[in-house]
């Protein structure tokens, strides 16, 4: 049950750094929205649902960490449409909305390291 977790939250890591990598290729680059960053977040959100289950652990959830990187995922997702929907209307994303994408992602992964 251990071992499967650990690669559960291995999977997760691997949705950030889908979403990350590919918003810093992007940042040294034309600043667009990808379908990469699309799928980060996809395989973070489902990996990340799964963790939140209880999975029999010695020590308990913190909920509230949880809750609010779920918002804060659901806040990417937003930003990742309407940067999309921006660049296929005017060619461009818009400088805040992309910003804000890597801020988001690098905030959820402070959340999970920084507070336990
Ligand atoms: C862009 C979105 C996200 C990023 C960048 C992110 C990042 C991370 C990272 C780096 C870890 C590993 C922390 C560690 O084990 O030290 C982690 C663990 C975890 N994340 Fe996320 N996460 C995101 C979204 C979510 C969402 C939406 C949920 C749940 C709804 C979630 C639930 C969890 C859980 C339950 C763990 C394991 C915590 C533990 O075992 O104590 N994450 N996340």
New binding site residues.
Partial sequence: MEILRSIV?LI??V??AT??GAWIVEAVGKRRVTRLMHWG?AI??VA??A??APWGLA?D?NYMK?GI??V??IL?GGLLGAGAARERKSGAVPAGIFWAIGGL?LL??GL??IWR
Avoid: D, Y
């Fill in positions: 939250v997760h890591l949705g950030f979403i990350f977040l973070a959100l990340g649902l963790l939140s020590h959830l949880i990187k779920l804060v995922l990417i992602t959820n992964a999970a390291v």
